[in-house]
């Protein structure tokens, strides 16, 4: 079992940033695929980004490319989502998920990673 925890996230103003961050206490996110996904209320779990287990693949939906980007720290222990132009249509429980097994080669879906955080509140007014 792999505990993740979210934070950074909050209520800002439309065209501001936010950095998100993620953590396996007491583990490093090493050799982990990191996804981050995100739901509106009333809307389905949607992709945000992802980095692949030695950051070498990343992705990005299109909602977010240009504005987000996603990290990992040198020594693993994190996985950051910068956010940047941020618009109300950003407004969502952002997650982290992450996947030993997981090859990074292509968008994934949620059903690709079998851990997941729960979550941080990310909310953008006009």
């Known amino acids: 079992q792999v505990e993740l925890v979210e934070s950074g996230g909050g209520l800002v103003q439309a065209g501001a940033s936010l950095r998100l961050s993620c953590v396996a206490p007491g583990r490093t996110l090493f050799s982990f695929a990191v996804g981050w996904f995100r739901q509106a209320p009333g809307k389905e779990r949607e992709f945000v980004a992802a980095v692949s287990r030695i950051g070498d693949n990343k992705f990005y939906a299109d909602s977010v490319k240009g504005r987000f980007t996603i990290s990992r720290d040198n020594a693993d222990e994190m996985v950051y989502l910068q956010m940047t132009s941020l618009r109300p249509d950003d407004t969502a429980v952002y997650y982290c998920?992450?996947?030993?097994?997981?090859?990074?080669?292509?968008?994934?879906?949620?059903?690709?990673?079998?851990?997941w955080g729960r979550g941080t509140q990310v909310t953008v007014s006009p």
């Open positions: 998920a992450v996947d030993r097994f997981l090859v990074l080669q292509s968008v994934p879906a949620v059903r690709d990673f079998e851990y």
